[in-house]
């Protein structure tokens, strides 16, 4: 009698995606691309279990706190997964008694946030950070990670925009406004939320939900709904008797003149964007905080009506959100250990940047996998496919250094063989006369589809070659540009 169990439902788990293919290449290039420029600066990597206990995650992450995946009790520790890399570097740093550092670290972290998988928002996801820890002089670990910041987005082929705040001139302006003390971090998260709803919304939300009168709520919109260069939005702050008087905006504002200078020098300045919305809703940010967003593409490159964005253009940049963010958090390492290490960091939202590129490469995917060379063989009647002669081809390249492949058949038809390297930019083709001789033929593919049957005068029979030759006449070949398929 048949069983009549329920059947396995069988998908990922929501929020959650499986990668392969030229989706996992793409994501592996993003990886390589910002290791690379981390290298650059002087990082050192770092792995750290994926899962911590509860008590060093706990009161770190304000309101969203409730994301965190905590894990059952196993009749031993209480833990919970990693919510963010910056907390368990952090309480590294503390068990270590490490004094100095700069890090980076890429690995997945866990939220039970809603997810929304077109706009790269996931429950399981990578992040690529990269942080400096140590006494330094005010602002130039700040200064150096904006640069980061922006050779990783140059490298990548994105133009963004580094949105930047200092939490003490937020907390100065709130205090200014008339904001209790005890509300202060409430209404942080609040202002955190106008890159997303317009400030009717984030106003109700103060009022009717946080409690504060709308007199203060009006005030903190007279401040907070400004942005500008580095230079400008010191001005303005100072041009304000109130803000400026305040002790923390005045400390604020030091370190701000001290980074328009030094993101001048690094060629920086012009990519940022002083903004007063910007709060960031984490705990442990103490100085600068920055949030990354793409800049929309020309309305030249995506529509051809002026000021009238594509729907490509919203998914691409609006609707993906921050694709970076970070900021100095100078006291979070004391929470675990006997001596605070100020640290400055920012982390990379891999899932999001891939969902751009992914966006940008339209109907024109990429290569599936990374396979130089297809070594293929056809005969006549006697032929018997060669197999002994295509693995020690194959061999050769491997040996050579050269990504190949053959077919796993003692005698697999030409068809077939063209099909299987339909993404792969050579052939290595041998025949009996011309292996008899020493000799394969190298052939360019993507002219035409796998198995396309020609006119014999139109047949690329391909460069022959002799068999010492061969890998030298492949990487040669191979690092040319003009090649259909790379």
């Known amino acids: 009698m048949a069983s009549k169990e329920a059947k396995i439902s069988l998908k990922a788990a929501k929020g959650t995606r499986d990668w ?80 100095q550092i700069k890090r980076y670290q890429i690995a997945k972290v ?5 997810p929304a998988i077109a706009r790269g928002r ?15 002089d005010p602002m130039i670990p700040d200064a150096e990670i904006l640069r980061v910041i922006s050779e990783t987005f140059e490298a990548l082929g994105l133009e963004v925009t580094i949105k930047l705040n200092h939490r003490k001139i937020l907390d100065g302006l709130f205090a200014v406004a008339g904001v209790p003390a005890e509300k202060i971090r409430p209404i942080s998260s609040a202002v955190d939320k106008l890159d997303k709803e317009p400030w009717d919304v984030v106003k109700k939300e103060m009022v009717e939900q946080k409690g504060l009168p709308e007199e203060v709520a009006d005030k ?39 980074l328009s200078s030094y993101s001048k020098e690094l060629n920086t300045f012009d990519k940022i964007s002083f903004d007063l919305s910007l709060a960031r809703g984490l705990d442990y940010y103490t100085g600068v905080i920055y949030e990354v967003v793409q800049k929309p593409s020309s ?71 990374e396979v130089d060379v297809y070594v293929m063989a056809f005969g006549g009647k006697e032929f018997d496919g060669l197999l002994l002669q295509r693995m020690s081809v194959a061999r050769q390249l491997w040996e050579g250094g050269v990504r190949a492949e053959y077919s796993a058949k003692v005698k697999p038809r030409l068809p077939q063989q063209f099909k299987a390297a339909e993404d792969v930019p050579l052939a290595v083709i041998l025949g009996q006369d011309e292996l008899a001789e020493g000799k394969v033929r190298i052939k360019v593919l993507g002219t035409g589809k796998g198995g396309e049957e020609k006119k014999e005068d139109e047949k690329d029979q391909g460069l022959l070659v002799s068999r010492d030759d061969l890998v030298a006449e492949v990487k040669k070949l191979l690092s040319t540009t003009s090649l259909p398929i790379r």
Request: charged fraction near 30%; hydrophobic fraction near 35%.
């Open 110 to 114: 866990y939220r039970r946030d809603q």
């Open 220 to 258: 903190i919109g007279q401040y907070v709904l400004n942005k500008g260069t580095v230079d400008e939005m010191i001005q303005f702050i100072r041009s304000d008797e109130g803000l400026s008087a305040n002790d923390e905006i005045k400390a604020g504002l030091a370190d701000m003149d001290l």
């Open 299 to 369: 309305d030249k490159e995506e529509s051809r009506y002026p000021g009238k964005p594509t729907k490509k253009k919203e998914e691409t940049s609006a609707g993906v959100g921050s694709i970076a963010a970070g900021g100095r958090y100078d006291n979070l390492v004391g929470m675990y250990g006997k001596k605070q290490i100020p640290c400055v960091g920012i982390s990379f939202g891999v899932d999001r940047i891939f969902t751009i590129l992914k966006a940008r490469q339209g109907d024109k995917a990429g290569r599936s996998r």
């Open 122 to 136: 996931m429950r399981e996801f990578y992040q690529c950070d990269f942080d400096i820890a140590g006494q330094y």
């Open 20 to 99: 392969s293919g030229s989706d996992l290449l793409l994501r592996d290039h993003v990886f390589e691309t910002i290791s690379n420029i981390f290298k650059l600066h002087g990082g050192t990597p770092l792995d750290t279990p994926v899962f911590e206990l509860r008590e060093i995650l706990s009161g770190k992450y304000g309101e969203d706190s409730k994301l965190i995946y905590n894990l059952e009790d196993q009749g031993g520790e209480l833990c919970a997964l990693r919510y963010d890399l910056t907390v368990p570097f952090a309480r590294w740093l503390a068990m270590n008694n490490v004094q």
